[in-house]
């Protein structure tokens, strides 16, 4: 303290609290600097960067490094430029992310046949009947036929897979898809126009017409690509498309943030100017472990042709359907503690006995929750009467699914459950006074309010469920697996079950290479959900007041 | 609903919203209810097993806990849990002395010197720290830390002249390090919100008295944050307890040696400093990793070390609970309360 010796009356040595302050400022710093470190080596292993020629370098500074850092500096003070920028990003990096799982489940998991069935047995009537719903706000019942749809729908779907599969074999792929995909597409897109650009009707019709009119005009262009398939094509086009053709509109449009739409300008023109320039120099260019080979082949035993293909598949199956789960009943647990469960008697103290207890499952060790999984769905055989239960199989899609859904949960119900509250009370008991009930209060007032909040804290729970191994080894998943998935009971390989198989193998190339390769394809994939979630929490908070 | 005629319908065809209100209801309150039976199905999946496990010949619940040798597989079979323990202490001992200072300095600084810009980013820069995959960490630790703590020691070594162990492949030292980055935003996350739930009118008192800003994070904001600060420490540390595949990846499979125990004037037991660095340089398995080669080798069920697997769940289960309840119990009861 005052060291009155020394100094005058009223001065203070401020030596110890300036070494004080720089001594926290550099513990904060330590961990994300250790971990900066260990990500550059992973990244520069997996990019085989080691090879790259000092020209190759140059070249990219100059046409990439440079104006990106020149466009940061320039959107550093403009706010409406950065979020512009971050809104073009986002959506590129979200739609990329869906057409890539659409690609997957839809024409590799499912098929044509299959998807179509469904489209027309459960997304047809459901979209219909919400789109009813938004038209006619007063139709009561809507909400109770989507419910029903849900159950109905895949009954109905899977005893007329035989006739509509035969429809859907009439009309070959590519018109499946361009029916289920790109026409639906064309109407969401002249919605938007109409809807949120306020597009005068002749704009509209445009936007409606031009996106099968890109998807039928790109057919001869794309039939040229010996590995691009018109459904393929079909698919990039809408879902990958229509977001950022809307994030260019929606930028476009408001001359403040215009300058935003330099951004992908310089990425795409400096990489394609880079590209040029190398290859015209002829410079050393790195020879990256993480290529579409890695991403397209199955595991082997020689580093340069292992890949991860089956455990990509893998993982998109997991995170599809742990989304699913734990969308529904996180949303739902928090929604009855927080809305419906009495808070005082005896059955308030049965609510607070279930929060304590979702609070204390959000800190059981994962692996735990893969005993969970072998107890209850691969090592059981029970008996109801005539029902044996023998479980859902070792290892299988659905038993790793489920027991990755009851691991994150509680995270879920937890983060969905703050979101909830933070919506006024206020809101509701206006709600209520104008007559509504609770549901309907829920409906329109609760769940608007708190989406964003709840979709953020998913998102978030769902980078956890990708990234596990340990329950998925416990219930018996397998490490080396060259297939991938091909329905809910079949074996399946993840990419961290991949990384761990082998992260031991011996040999430097696989240490080095594959395995770094590995661990980068995961850290993105996590990276671009991330990403999503934070631009998600960030674009409400700024319209929440 | 309304109408606009002047007499508005308050009765209304109410049997379709009461049917659809309360169906809503009963299915909101069945998701609820799966919460309740995930806590069932983990304690009846581990007893179940468990007692299966101590029923059997092969092992009593002395051997279990006295023994001090565990090899599931070779004969002669031996289920004793206390290599593992150690295991795990030596990974979490290590784990807290990384994180447990990098934790809560940086959580000083976010809630009493950072601006508000550094603040917003350097807490989620801190948060990605845990968003990580774990078997990731423990890829980094395998391939990265390992190797480089060994260029360390030996350059040590040479120019010093010490005696230092080099690390093997897996060791307990680099598995420690990631395990204690990979939590350090749980100390300091948690440990922040507590400071910053200390009123401004304490700090203003202390500005008032005299004292500088030093003094006041210190004597002020970091005493009445105390139980937060405490709790995060716990949870932090449950959380290494139960920590798995970087540990995995990083400590190797084979539990470590129970060293021999000096003891000190006649009374306190201790381990020779050469002895704990000897542990920490080779492979320390902890509970889970035990969990997860038990798993790998043998998962046909049935037999005793598959049913062992359960029985370490159980212990580790509980270890982990206990300090998790315990953590909330300081938070509630000695939190500091405030107008």
């Known amino acids: ?545 | 609903m309304s109408n606009e005629g002047q007499t508005p319908d308050l009765t209304g065809d109410r049997g379709l919203q009461t049917v659809r209100e309360s169906t809503y209801k009963y299915a909101l309150a069945g998701c609820a209810l799966l919460s309740v039976l995930t806590t069932v199905g983990i304690i009846g999946v581990l007893f179940v097993d468990a007692a299966e496990f101590f029923a059997s010949p092969a092992v009593t619940l002395g051997e279990f806990f006295t023994s001090t040798r565990f090899s599931p597989n070779l004969e002669p079979v031996s289920f004793g849990i206390l290599p593992l323990i150690l295991g795990t202490l030596l990974i979490t001992f290590g784990a807290a002395l990384v994180a447990l200072p990098i934790g809560l300095l940086p959580a000083i600084y976010l809630s009493e010197y950072a601006s508000e810009r550094t603040r917003s980013v350097l807490k989620p820069m801190l948060e990605v720290l845990a968003g990580v995959p774990t078997v990731v960490y423990g890829y980094f630790a395998l391939v990265y830390i390992t190797p480089a703590l060994n260029v360390v020691i030996r350059t040590l070594n040479g120019a010093l002249g010490t005696q230092l162990p080099t690390l093997g492949l897996f060791n307990g030292i680099s598995a420690s390090i990631v395990v204690g980055i990979m939590i350090i935003p749980m100390v300091s996350s948690i440990s922040e919100d507590a400071m910053s739930s200390v009123p401004d009118s304490l700090r203003q008192a202390g500005y008032g008295l005299g004292a500088t800003k030093f003094n006041v994070s210190l004597r002020i904001v970091v005493p009445a944050a105390v139980s937060g600060i405490a709790s995060s420490f716990i949870l932090a540390i449950s959380r290494a307890i139960g920590e798995t595949m970087a540990v995995v990846l990083a400590a190797g499979s084979r539990p470590p040696d129970i060293p021999p125990t000096q003891t000190a004037f006649g009374l306190i037991p201790y381990i020779a400093p050469g002895d704990l660095l000897g542990l920490y340089s080779e492979s320390a398995a902890t509970m889970t990793v035990a969990m997860i080669n038990i798993a790998v080798s043998d998962l046909s069920g049935g037999s005793t070390a598959y049913q062992s697997l359960f029985a370490i769940g159980l212990t580790l289960f509980v270890i982990t609970l206990v300090m998790n309840v315990i953590s909330d119990a300081i938070a509630s009861r000695y939190r500091e309360e405030y107008e």
């Open chain 1, 1 to 545: 303290m005052a060291t009155q010796t020394e100094t005058g009356f009223g001065q203070v040595s401020r030596l110890q609290g300036t070494v004080f302050k720089y001594l926290t400022f550099g513990a904060s710093l330590v961990g994300i600097f250790a971990l900066g470190v260990l990500l550059a080596y992973v990244f520069w292993d997996a990019l085989g960067l080691d090879s790259a020629g000092t020209v190759w370098y140059l070249t990219y500074t100059v046409t990439l490094l440079a104006p990106l850092v020149g466009f940061l500096a320039y959107a550093r003070d403009r706010p409406e430029v950065t979020a512009g920028a971050l809104e073009v990003v986002g959506l590129t990096l979200a739609g990329g992310m869906l057409s890539f799982a659409a690609i997957i489940v839809l024409i590799v998991i499912a098929g044509p046949q299959v998807w179509f069935t469904y489209f027309l047995t459960v997304v047809a009537p459901l979209v219909g009947l919400f789109l009813y719903g938004q038209y006619n706000r007063e139709a009561t019942w809507v909400g109770l036929a989507m419910l029903g749809a849900v159950v109905v729908g895949p009954i109905a779907g899977t005893l007329l897979l035989g006739t509509f599969g035969t429809v859907a074999a009439l009309l070959g792929a590519p018109g499946v898809y361009f029916l289920s995909l790109v026409v639906p597409g064309a109407g969401l897109a002249a919605f938007l126009a109409a809807d949120r650009f306020e597009a005068s009707r002749r704009v509209t019709a445009t936007v409606g017409v031009v996106l099968p009119v890109l998807a039928i005009a790109g057919v001869p262009l794309v039939d040229t690509v010996p590995v691009l398939a018109r459904s393929v094509w079909f698919a990039v086009l809408v879902i990958l498309g229509l977001p950022v053709g809307y994030a260019v509109a929606n930028t476009a449009r408001q001359p403040a943030r215009r300058a935003a739409l330099a951004l992908p300008a310089i990425a795409v023109g400096g990489f394609l100017v880079g590209e040029f320039v190398v290859g015209a120099l002829g410079a050393a260019q790195p020879s990256p472990w993480l290529d579409w080979q890695f991403l397209t082949s199955p595991t082997s035993s020689l580093p340069a042709n292992a890949g991860l293909y089956p455990a990509v598949i893998g993982s998109v199956f997991l995170i599809i359907l742990v989304s699913i789960f734990t969308f529904v009943f996180g949303v739902g647990t928090a929604l009855y503690l927080e809305e419906y469960a009495p808070a005082s008697g005896l059955f308030g103290t049965a609510t607070r006995l279930i929060n304590v207890n979702i609070s204390n499952l959000a800190g059981v060790p994962s692996v735990v929750y893969g005993l969970l999984g072998l107890g209850i769905f691969v090592n059981i055989n029970v008996q109801f009467g005539p029902v044996v239960y023998a479980g859902i199989g070792a290892g299988t899609v659905l038993t790793a699914a489920l027991t990755l859904s009851l691991l994150i949960l509680p995270i879920v119900v937890i983060s969905a459950q703050e979101a909830i509250r933070s919506v006024p009370d206020s809101l509701r008991q206006a709600s209520y006074g104008m007559g509504a009930t609770r549901w309907q209060t829920i409906r329109n007032v609760v769940l608007p309010r708190s989406l964003p909040g709840i979709l953020t804290g998913t998102i978030l729970a769902l980078g956890r469920a990708i990234g596990e191994t340990a329950p998925l080894i416990m219930i018996g998943a397998v490490g080396t697996k060259y297939t991938p998935p091909g329905g809910l009971f079949d074996t399946l390989t993840a990419m961290p079950m991949q990384i761990y198989t082998w992260a031991f193998l011996p040999s430097e190339e696989f240490r080095y290479g594959v395995v770094a390769a590995g661990v980068v394809t995961l850290l993105i994939v996590l990276l671009s959900m991330n990403s999503v979630a934070i631009l998600v929490r960030n674009k409400y908070q700024q319209e929440a007041y």
